[in-house]
């Protein structure tokens, strides 16, 4: 609700008589007959005012409550990657984080936007190889993979790698799945739209002791595999 002052029906009141004609029958006491009439018509005034002044807060996205689905209508909320928000608090944040985002194609950009949806990653860029600038042991990227991307997850309790077992797995299985779909989603979303985006999930250990890993890349990859196959 707004913290400007919202006149009363008596205040309204007030003004009201002031502006009346001068003269005998108009009189400007609070007892008449006069103006017990006339302030039956004051609460619609007061009651106009007081929504006024609650339209300068409910007209800011960060702030709005009955405006909040125009406002989602606006911004295409609720997201397609995370669907129904179920309460008026995370639809009022999602409006104004959507509202203040200026976008970005740059690396510190989707590591701050993954933050924001409460991951840790890095991301790992790829050139093609050039006899004039690489050097023996460089790994062979042909042209199409200055167009790829990875990005590396730390896997935790919103992204998590699931490993066979033994006594709960089924022959049929893979030895391990991974992937978040939030996540996902929300990067191919914001993702230039000329790149392809590879994700790769990293458990706490290997991120920690195995920068490496995707640091130099060759390991990452089979050297048939291009873009064609992602």
């Not at 309204?12 to 009439?37: E, N």
């Not at 606006?74 to 928000?85: A, H, K, R, S, V």
């Not at 590879?198 to 250990?205: D, E, G, I, L, P």
């Amino acid at each position: 609700m707004s913290d400007l002052p919202t006149p009363s029906a008596a205040d309204y009141l007030w003004q009201f008589q002031r502006l009346l004609p001068r003269g005998r029958i108009w009189h400007r006491g609070w007892g008449t007959l006069q103006a017990q009439d006339l302030l039956t018509l004051m609460p619609t005034w007061a009651r106009l005012h007081a929504r006024t002044n609650n339209l300068l807060v409910d007209a800011f996205p960060c702030t709005t409550s009955e405006l909040l689905p125009e406002w989602e209508a606006t911004l295409g909320l609720p997201d397609p990657c995370i669907g129904e928000l179920p309460t008026i608090q995370q639809r009022q944040a999602a409006v104004c984080a959507k509202f203040a985002a200026r976008g970005g194609q740059s690396i510190d950009y989707f590591v701050r936007l993954a933050a924001t949806l409460g991951y840790t990653i890095s991301i790992t860029t790829f050139a093609p190889f050039r006899a004039s600038i690489n050097r023996a042991g460089d790994p062979d990227y042909s042209d199409e993979w200055a167009f790829a991307w990875q990005v590396n997850v730390l896997a935790g309790a919103d992204s998590t790698i699931t490993h066979f077992r033994a006594d709960v797995s089924t022959a049929d299985e893979p030895l391990a799945t991974w992937g978040d779909e939030v996540l996902e989603c929300i990067i191919a979303e914001y993702a230039p739209a000329h790149t392809t985006v590879v994700f790769a999930y990293f458990t706490q250990s290997i991120w920690d002791g195995g920068a490496s890993v995707w640091d130099g890349g060759a390991t990452m990859w089979d050297d048939a595999l291009t873009p064609g196959d992602l």
